[in-house]
């Protein structure tokens, strides 16, 4: 079984101010991916950043890039050059890579409430 | 470019009602889930579905029901509604094959309030 931890219910960062949100995850599997959700006031789901276990790099999506440790299991989130419209909840989320039919399940955090002040 | 839609988006159940969130995708995905969200609890998959014919249970399954007859359809049915069920649902769908990205892409969500 795969778990998601956030450890932190609410952050917030000034506007160009840089925000480092954390993840931690726990799975016994080798080959899994790791997503931030971002999750607006509108409701909608939109994916950040994407992350496969087998690659070393991090990946980075402009101003959003994650620091993936795979043997601490650590995958955080930061985000450079914050803008008011990154205000939202952000979810971390893992999933099992290979095929079967409950390993495509999402696993999600519990979520980080991201305030951006002006 | 619909991806997928769920409707209705907000509904007022009272409690022992029951009624059926839409759920359709149009791009071709085999799986596709369903996920309920409480305040400060994330996100939990009550169902999910590898392909048409085909579902499963998620982790909080008790009091839905759901079918899978078309690739594109996949209706949650809530039976005899109950305030416990009070939550915003999600559907969602991913796709299965060589270029699979692990992506789920979600609906907008459905606001359910059982009184």
């Known amino acids: 079984a795969q778990t998601v931890t956030q450890s932190q219910p609410e952050m917030s960062v000034q506007e160009a101010e840089t925000v480092t949100l954390s993840c931690t995850y726990d799975?016994?599997?080798?080959?899994?991916?790791l997503f931030w959700y971002k999750q607006p006031p509108s409701r909608q789901m939109i994916l950040v950043i994407r992350q496969e276990a087998y690659k070393q790099q991090n990946a980075t999506e402009n101003r959003f890039s994650v620091n993936f440790q795979k043997a601490a299991k650590s995958f955080s989130l930061k985000i450079s050059d914050s803008q008011l419209g990154d205000a939202a909840m952000y979810f971390c989320?893992?999933?099992?890579?290979?095929?079967?039919?409950?390993?495509?399940?999402?696993?999600f955090g519990k979520g980080t409430l991201l305030t951006v002040n002006p | 470019n619909a991806g997928v839609t769920q409707t209705p988006k907000f509904r007022i159940l009272k409690i022992g009602q029951s009624m059926t969130l839409q759920c359709t995708q149009d791009m071709n995905h085999n799986y596709m889930y369903w996920y309920r969200q409480d305040p400060g609890m994330g996100l939990k998959l009550i169902y999910y579905s590898v392909g048409a014919g085909i579902t499963d249970k998620g982790e909080v399954p008790n009091g839905y029901n759901v079918s899978r007859s078309t690739t594109e359809d996949f209706p949650l049915r809530l039976e005899l509604a109950a305030p416990s069920q009070t939550s915003v649902y999600f559907c969602?769908?991913?796709?299965?094959?060589?270029?699979?990205?692990?992506?789920?892409?979600f609906g907008e969500g459905s606001r359910l309030t059982v009184l």
């Open positions: 799975t016994s599997e080798s080959d899994y991916y």
């Open positions: 989320a893992s999933r099992y890579r290979n095929s079967g039919g409950s390993n495509y399940k999402l696993t």
């Open positions: 969602a769908s991913s796709y299965r094959g060589g270029t699979n990205t692990g992506e789920l892409f």
